[in-house]
């Protein structure tokens, strides 16, 4: 069967593209190049990419028919929280509307599998650690509200018409499986602490007076490859005939701000003493995935750790400004 991976041109998306073409499965690419590089998919001949928006009702259902797709695995979406709090119309635009679009095209062209990115940011500030899948969901920001109202979406179209859906719920990801797949985006730890860096100033930590070990915020950290084996278990439960689920997807192992700064300093050699700065309001002192029911639903356990996160991040973005500099 073919699988259509939106977004399949970014940073996690391209990581997923990758990992089922390795695996065996057929793929198609949607994907509007807002925010991704058709470069990630160089190696790839046998991926067709389409340049479109999910939101382009009558591009998705050609791509479905034209393709013969049989299952969807929707990673496009918007995804910065501060963006969305600027911009919460956009966000549901994209992440809301164009679910919706999709899902239409969907239903009229009988693809009845669907793997969603979803994200940790449904729970909020959880008052468990580690954080189940049945802790409840407060999302603070419009960005964490659409992944939360994607997953209500899918949960109403299993119920209406027999669709087998699958969230993915994952964590901070970071790292990269090659160097041409790294993540440029300018919203995460790790590549904020190389930018800051590569401009000569100290790192910023948003607070260091958390009630955790170092007084620094605690994150379950997760390799972006992990993230796509995620991904390519869930596509295949699907096939298998599962009905679907909702899974996170962590190491179940908590890292500080801190722990971050020194393995950055480990791998790179660079001085990471940081600037402290007010922390953010509502950061949550500590959130770490509760990882046992995918592993016993899917068969999927994360095997990378924050080095290998951090050393093939640093390796990637170093190609990635020596591409800049040969510009």
């Not at 999709?102 to 468990?128: H, I, M, N, Q, W």
Request: proline share 6%; aromatic share 6%; charged share 20%.
């Amino acid at each position: 069967m073919t699988w259509l991976v939106t977004g399949g041109a970014g940073y996690i998306g391209a990581h997923v593209v990758h990992a089922m073409v390795a695996a065996g499965e057929r793929v198609v690419v949607l994907d509007d190049l807002s925010t991704g590089d058709a470069g990630r998919l160089d190696g790839l001949p046998a991926v067709p990419l389409v340049v479109g928006s999910v939101r382009d009702r009558g591009l998705v259902r050609r791509v479905l028919r034209e393709h013969g797709v049989r299952g969807v695995v929707h990673v496009a979406g918007k995804k910065q929280v501060a963006e969305s709090v600027a911009d919460p119309l956009t966000y549901y635009a994209e992440n809301v509307a164009g679910l919706v679009a999709l899902l239409e095209g969907c239903r009229a062209k009988g693809v009845t599998r669907f793997v969603f990115s979803s994200s940790a940011a449904v729970y909020g500030t959880p008052d468990v650690d580690p954080v189940p899948e049945d802790a409840p969901c407060r999302p603070l920001s419009p960005y964490g509200r659409t992944k939360l109202a994607g997953e209500w979406l899918l949960r109403d179209c299993a119920a209406a018409w027999g669709l087998a859906a699958t969230s993915l719920r994952y964590f901070n990801v970071a790292g990269a499986a090659h160097p041409r797949l790294g993540d440029t985006g300018a919203a995460n730890l790790v590549p904020l602490v190389f930018a800051a860096l590569d401009a000569g100033h100290p790192p910023v930590v948003l607070g260091d007076d958390h009630a955790t070990p170092d007084g620094t915020g605690v994150r379950d950290y997760v390799h972006v490859a992990d993230v796509a084996a995620a991904h390519l278990a869930a596509a295949r439960a699907l096939t298998a005939g599962s009905p679907g689920g909702t899974y996170n997807v962590g190491r179940g192992v908590g890292c500080s701000v801190r722990d971050v700064l020194r393995v950055v300093a480990e791998v790179t050699g660079a001085d990471t003493t940081p600037t402290v700065a007010g922390r953010r309001p509502g950061d949550p002192a500590s959130v770490v995935a509760a990882v046992g029911h995918a592993r016993r639903e899917l068969g999927f356990t994360a095997r990378r750790d924050l080095h290998d996160m951090v050393g093939s991040a640093w390796t990637a973005w170093r190609r990635l400004s020596a591409d800049a500099v040969r510009g």
